[in-house]
């Protein structure tokens, strides 16, 4: 009887050249069978197991699944579990966007479906990405330095955190309290930045800067606050000019920008007509309506309105999970920043004063899996998710949003990227090799003394 080792070691040795008959195109049964006969049933299987594994991990195979569910199997469970009614997806493999699709309706009333073009809000803390890119360009242009002070760029800031470093507050390590922590904070109203400033100014910092890591959402607002220094101009027409149009984004707005696409606009029980006669609105930009709550409290969040809409409210961007596939595409390369090194500064783990690496950098959390970094991010009454697994042998990315606030999407987007390749539902970092074991000598028999080397 063989070990299963045996068995192990010879489905190794069969492996490749059965994936080069494979290959090959020779499909006849009666191999399969002579191998079964010669080497057992048990090879055969693993065999089997062998070709599957590498063709899931085959760029362009078809054959998408994992554990026999289809993506699509996946999203709908998931949907039903979390009480979803619509959720759009886009799959990058670089440098192609193979998969962009929607699921149920965006809006429960009016039954818009989910679609390629249908733009979310991003989340804040989503967005802090695309603000983190701004502020790399400006250093870039020569603008300012990461180790700047803020305050030289930004005199109107309270005396205490005018020496902090622009570095300190894009990666969260600043200290500096967070606006939105009060329990009586309304994130629908629209309070300009100043005023957000006051509402913490006399607070102390959290911490001391640069020994830990905490997300707070004024260092978002001062960097914005920044940018529109920096540039001359506002905000937005920074982020628009050197992101959204760099990269063609053409399902990418701002807030205060939600009137300047043309829309029919639906009520209960209405159809869509207009597209019979506006080419437009063929396959129509559309905003998904945010939900909170679960059940009997689920209640609708109005999209913004665009009307006198002040920094951060005005800065809040939707977009479609094609466009932020784009957008991810351009982080790449040198298409937003050119400079490698300042790519790294927000795409690698940071390290705190004392040396210690902490696994995030501003928006961006690492797991530990090489290359993998993710944004991800949940307010007005959506959530949105972005995987980038970046390594060379790796090149994928899944976006998922969803018209539905607190939803974790990190198992689900890992079980989408494991339908391409099962290597990528390890997210986590490889244990490093188990030292070799030192064979010791064997004992020398009682009486006798040990043979000499």
Same mark, same amino acid.
């Given at each position: 009887?063989?070990?299963?080792?045996?068995?192990? #070691?010879?489905?190794?040795?069969?492996?490749?050249?059965?994936?080069?008959?494979?290959?090959?195109?020779?499909?006849?049964?009666?191999?399969?069978?002579?191998?079964?006969?010669?080497?057992?049933?048990?090879?055969?299987?693993?065999?089997?197991?062998?070709?599957?594994?590498?063709?899931?991990?085959?760029?362009?195979?078809?054959?998408?699944?994992?554990?026999?569910?289809?993506?699509?199997?996946?999203?709908?469970?998931?949907?039903?579990?979390?009480?979803?009614?619509?959720?759009?997806?886009?799959?990058?493999?670089?440098?192609?966007?193979?998969?962009?699709?929607?699921?149920?309706?965006?809006?429960?009333?009016?039954? #818009?479906?989910?679609?390629?073009?249908?733009?979310?809000?991003?989340?804040?803390?989503?967005?802090?990405?695309?603000?983190?890119?701004?502020?790399?360009?400006?250093?870039?242009?020569?603008?300012?330095?990461?180790?700047?002070?803020?305050?030289?760029?930004?005199?109107?800031?309270?005396?205490?955190?005018?020496?902090?470093?622009?570095?300190?507050?894009?990666?969260?390590?600043?200290?500096?309290?967070?606006?939105?922590?009060?329990?009586?904070?309304?994130?629908?109203?629209?309070?300009?930045?100043?005023?957000?400033?006051?509402?913490?100014?006399?607070?102390?910092?959290?911490?001391?800067?640069?020994?830990?890591?905490?997300?707070?959402?004024?260092?978002?607002?001062?960097?914005?606050?920044?940018?529109?220094?920096?540039?001359?101009?506002?905000?937005?027409?920074?982020?628009?000019?050197?992101?959204?149009?760099?990269?063609?984004?053409?399902?990418?707005?701002?807030?205060?920008?939600?009137?300047?696409?043309?829309?029919?606009?639906?009520?209960?029980?209405?159809?869509?007509?207009?597209?019979?006669?506006?080419?437009?609105?063929?396959?129509?930009?559309?905003?998904?309506?945010?939900?909170?709550?679960?059940?009997?409290?689920?209640?609708?969040?109005?999209?913004?309105?665009?009307?006198?809409?002040?920094?951060?409210?005005?800065?809040?961007?939707?977009?479609?999970?094609?466009?932020?596939?784009?957008?991810?595409?351009?982080?790449?390369?040198?298409?937003?920043?050119?400079?490698?090194?300042?790519?790294?500064?927000?795409?690698?783990?940071?390290? #705190?004063?004392?040396?210690?690496?902490?696994?995030?950098?501003?928006?961006?959390?690492?797991?530990?899996?090489?290359?993998?970094?993710?944004?991800?991010?949940?307010?007005?009454?959506?959530?949105?998710?972005?995987?980038?697994?970046?390594?060379?042998?790796?090149?994928?990315?899944?976006?998922?949003?969803?018209?539905?606030?607190?939803?974790?999407?990190?198992?689900?987007?890992?079980?989408?990227?494991?339908?391409?390749?099962?290597?990528?539902?390890?997210?986590?970092?490889?244990?490093?090799?188990?030292?070799?074991?030192?064979?010791?000598?064997?004992?020398?028999?009682?009486?006798?003394?040990?043979?000499?080397?």
């Amino acid at each position: 009887m063989k070990s299963p080792r045996f068995w192990e #070691l010879s489905a190794a040795r069969f492996h490749g050249t059965l994936c080069v008959m494979t290959h090959a195109r020779i499909k006849s049964s009666s191999m399969l069978f002579l191998i079964a006969l010669v080497m057992g049933p048990l090879l055969v299987l693993q065999i089997i197991h062998g070709m599957a594994l590498h063709a899931r991990a085959e760029r362009g195979n078809p054959h998408v699944q994992l554990e026999g569910k289809t993506i699509d199997d996946m999203i709908a469970a998931y949907m039903k579990e979390h009480d979803v009614s619509g959720l759009t997806l886009a799959i990058v493999q670089a440098p192609y966007i193979t998969r962009v699709a929607g699921y149920g309706v965006v809006d429960r009333e009016v039954k #818009l479906l989910a679609a390629s073009n249908t733009m979310f809000p991003l989340p804040p803390r989503f967005g802090e990405a695309y603000t983190a890119v701004a502020v790399m360009q400006l250093v870039e242009g020569g603008k300012l330095g990461l180790d700047d002070p803020i305050g030289k760029h930004l005199p109107q800031l309270p005396e205490p955190w005018k020496g902090l470093p622009v570095r300190a507050l894009i990666l969260h390590s600043s200290g500096l309290p967070d606006f939105t922590a009060p329990p009586d904070y309304d994130s629908n109203s629209n309070t300009p930045a100043d005023k957000l400033i006051a509402s913490v100014a006399g607070q102390p910092l959290a911490f001391p800067t640069g020994t830990q890591v905490r997300p707070s959402a004024t260092n978002h607002l001062v960097l914005q606050m920044l940018v529109e220094k920096l540039s001359g101009g506002s905000y937005q027409a920074f982020v628009r000019a050197n992101q959204f149009e760099r990269l063609g984004l053409k399902y990418t707005y701002f807030s205060t920008e939600l009137g300047k696409f043309p829309r029919e606009h639906l009520k209960k029980d209405e159809k869509h007509s207009k597209f019979l006669v506006e080419a437009p609105q063929i396959n129509p930009i559309e905003v998904a309506v945010g939900y909170r709550g679960a059940g009997s409290t689920l209640t609708a969040v109005p999209p913004l309105n665009p009307d006198g809409l002040a920094l951060p409210r005005g800065a809040v961007i939707y977009t479609s999970s094609h466009d932020i596939s784009v957008w991810d595409v351009g982080l790449a390369g040198g298409i937003l920043i050119k400079d490698p090194n300042l790519r790294a500064v927000i795409y690698t783990p940071q390290k #705190l004063a004392d040396g210690k690496e902490v696994p995030t950098s501003g928006p961006w959390a690492f797991p530990g899996r090489k290359g993998l970094m993710i944004a991800a991010g949940t307010e007005y009454g959506c959530s949105a998710f972005l995987s980038r697994y970046t390594a060379a042998e790796d090149l994928l990315c899944v976006t998922l949003q969803a018209n539905k606030e607190g939803l974790d999407f990190t198992e689900l987007a890992t079980k989408i990227a494991g339908s391409f390749d099962a290597r990528l539902l390890v997210t986590t970092a490889e244990p490093p090799p188990a030292p070799a074991e030192e064979k010791k000598p064997a004992a020398a028999p009682k009486g006798e003394q040990p043979k000499k080397k």
